[in-house]
């Protein structure tokens, strides 16, 4: 039997978030759904779907540096963080003439700078205990540019570069760090596009259709499994046939 690891998502209440976690805590892990503890709906909603699992909730601003070093330093107290999956994300969307300052770094600060307050106080942990799962959830605008979103593409595709290099300086430690690219998926924010946009999304899906959130959150069961340690610094496309890389 597999052990039982403690599991840490950001943005873990959020359409994505949730499904990871709860997919996560129904492998057996104890899961922690860092987000704003702002969203008092959300939150309420987050913790009646997720009642009976082993998940709990810790309020944390991924921006933070020293706040994530607090959470990250509480958390090894209590046994210390296994599996990392850094899922925090925000949208500032506007095209590059019209876009602010503001509009541009707090996308950086929560989408890009997150993963690196996170990684940068949990990774040390995890060498010291010889294993750790780190996965970044990307986006497939990362991959292709979006339009009215170069603050969005560059954090995402950031990313990528941050997973492969950090994959490098763990490697032999027993950690891996990878990364998932979703498409487009069934989340909030997707559903409240226009029909017309979503429908003109679809028509380039080749399967026909918006991801699951589940679906994304079997790839991250499967980068965070026991023997997935000869997986790292890859990225995984989770898009429906949206892009198809070399």
Not at 110 to 122: I, T
Not at 178 to 199: F, K, W
Request: hydrophobic share 45%.
């Amino acid at each position: 039997m597999a052990p039982v690891r403690t599991a840490v998502v950001s943005g873990g209440i959020g359409g994505l978030g949730t499904a990871i976690c709860k997919s996560l805590a129904l492998r057996g892990h104890r899961v922690i759904a860092a987000d704003l503890g702002t969203r008092g709906e959300r939150l309420d909603a987050f913790r009646a779907e997720t009642a009976g699992l082993d998940i709990a909730f810790s309020a944390l601003d991924v921006g933070d540096f020293d706040a994530c070093a607090r959470f990250v330093q509480d958390t090894e107290a209590n046994g210390g963080i296994d599996i990392l999956v850094n899922g925090a994300g925000i949208t500032r969307d506007t095209t590059l003439r019209k876009m602010d300052r503001e509009q541009w770094e707090s996308v950086m600060r929560v989408n890009l700078d997150g993963v690196f307050n996170l990684c940068r106080h949990a990774v040390e942990g995890m060498v010291e205990r010889g294993f750790g799962r780190i996965v970044n959830i990307s986006s497939v605008n990362g991959q292709t540019g979006q339009f009215g979103q170069t603050n969005y593409s560059a954090a995402k595709a950031g990313m990528h570069g941050f997973t492969m290099a950090l994959a490098r300086e763990v490697a032999r430690k027993g950690v891996t760090v990878n990364s998932i690219s979703p498409g487009y998926c069934e989340t909030a924010l997707v559903m409240a596009m226009p029909d017309q946009i979503r429908a003109g999304i679809l028509g380039q899906v080749p399967v026909g259709r918006l991801g699951r959130p589940d679906e994304i959150a079997r790839v991250v069961d499967f980068l965070a499994a026991e023997d997935a340690g000869f997986i790292t610094g890859a990225n995984i496309p989770v898009n429906g046939g949206l892009f198809m890389g070399f």
